[in-house]
């Protein structure tokens, strides 16, 4: 018993034997922690657990409790997978401490991955030289001279294009643009999707274009995404010589803010550029929104010209004739609100035939009608907006309906409305409709209550969103 306790061996191994069960347990609670705070350095941990641990503690047990030689060959494979986890931990400590948790502005952020990928790469190289060298006694220094040799060789051979390499590194160090950004470049506009040490990766609307890192670096070209929230598309657009340059730019400004792409906080604007031509500057949230608004916008103004009475591209609208008018109100108004044919001649001439394009707005929330406005193709859906901003869908009216009732009252409308496809509407004036109502009673009762019952559907909408079954 006194030669038990006299023996070294015999201490490392109670060691051993208590150190290895109390470090796994402390490494784990410091691994549910930091999964619990999504650290960087989770992994880290989780390697000085599974790995490093358990094969430190079987290395001081073959050379200390076994007391077998270094130069055996089970001690020497041991000690290689030792001295390779921790060059593993080393490495992913490095990446966790100082680039993964660095602030989004700083320089360990800029650097590109491919200067990562270098660094890990030399780190491997040399650890795995240190570990050949120390474990297993092999002679490195000739290695390293051949290698040293062979670079210089291929760099004078390829100097034209390692040149050509380390301009474009020093430019992605520099990082003018990261993954997601939109870039102009004189071969394409597209979106960054992938940056390697060649080259980098747009996606284009025509598929994936492929830029040498080498021709970024020599030319210049345009970051759309920076300064965040600042990007804008501007349309150009010709227009008759005798329509007012004023009312032009305000129709174009008015139909710019109303897309659905347009970025609420800012306000487009629109100037008269000569020669027949108007720039609209429309700011948008992203460049990726560039086409989609662009084909919503021209589509709109067709519309939205021809209600005002503008000539795009100088074109003249002949689409509101004496006899559509007449055909929609005995077609639609009469047979709507139970007029006889007297009553249908006295709104002939106070009525008018407009169209409007898919989603565009036909009636706004909180404006006073100045007309009543009747279905006569396709359909609108009427919504609400809601204490956080957003709108909920109320009904749809299809053809045959009216929406604009409160014109007759002077109330502002409690909701929107929104062509869904191509709508064509008659809108009587306001004044001749409220002068036809005073005449019929029993029509001035069903228009009262069909606008107070709307009204209704709109609050109890308001308080609880819901879709309503309304028309």
Request: proline share 5%; net charge negative.
């Amino acid at each position: 018993m006194t030669e038990l306790f006299s023996s070294v061996w015999f201490y490392w191994a109670i060691g051993i034997a208590v150190g290895l069960p109390l470090g796994l347990v402390l490494l784990t609670e410091w691994q549910h922690v930091l999964a619990r705070k999504q650290s960087f350095l989770l992994r880290p941990v989780s390697i000085m657990r599974n790995y490093l641990l358990p094969l430190s503690a079987l290395l001081i047990l073959m050379l200390e409790a076994r007391q077998l030689p270094p130069q055996a060959t089970s001690v020497r494979v041991v000690g290689t997978l030792v001295a390779f986890v921790v060059l593993v931990l080393l490495l992913s400590g490095i990446k966790a401490a100082l680039f993964q948790s660095a602030p989004e502005d700083s320089w360990r952020k800029r650097i590109p991955s491919i200067f990562l990928d270098v660094l890990r790469f030399v780190l491997i190289a040399v650890g795995l030289a240190m570990i050949f060298a120390y474990i297993w006694g092999a002679n490195v220094k000739g290695l390293f001279t051949a290698l040293g040799v062979t670079s210089i060789v291929v760099g004078l051979t390829l100097q034209n294009s390692v040149g050509q390499i380390i301009s474009g590194l020093l430019m992605l160090f520099e990082q003018p643009f990261r993954l997601g950004d939109w870039i102009e470049t004189p071969q394409a506009k597209g979106k960054v999707v992938e940056v390697n040490w060649r080259a980098i990766h747009l996606e284009t609307g025509t598929g994936l274009q492929i830029t040498p890192n080498s021709v970024l670096a020599a030319a210049s070209f345009a970051n759309l995404s920076r300064p965040a929230g600042k990007h804008s598309l501007t349309v150009s657009t010709v227009f008759a010589l005798s329509d007012p340059p004023d009312k032009v730019c305000a129709m174009l400004a008015r139909v710019a803010s109303e897309l659905p792409h347009c970025d609420p906080e800012r306000r487009p604007t629109a100037v008269p550029s000569g020669a027949q031509e108007y720039r609209t500057k429309i700011p948008l949230q992203s460049p990726a929104e560039d086409g989609r608004a662009k084909a919503v916008f021209l589509r709109w103004i067709w519309y939205a010209a021809r209600r005002d009475g503008l000539h795009l591209d100088e074109a003249v609208d002949e689409f509101s004739t004496p006899e559509r008018v007449a055909e929609a109100v005995a077609e639609v108004v009469g047979p709507t609100l139970h007029l006889n044919r007297d009553e249908q001649q006295m709104l002939l001439s106070h009525a008018r035939i407009e169209r409007y394009g898919d989603g565009e707005l036909v009636q706004r929330v909180g404006e006073v009608p100045d007309c009543m406005t009747f279905i006569m193709a396709g359909e609108v859906q009427m919504t609400a907006r809601l204490e956080d901003g957003s709108e909920t869908v109320l009904w749809t009216q299809s053809e045959g309906s009216f929406l604009g009732q409160s014109a007759l009252t002077r109330q502002a409308v409690l909701g929107s409305a929104y062509a869904i496809g191509e709508v064509t509407a008659v809108h009587v004036a306001r004044d001749k409709m409220a002068d036809l109502v005073h005449q019929n009673p029993k029509l001035l009762q069903e228009l009262g209550r069909t606008i107070e019952e709307r009204r209704a559907h709109v609050r109890r909408a308001l308080q609880e969103p819901a879709e309503v079954d309304v028309d």
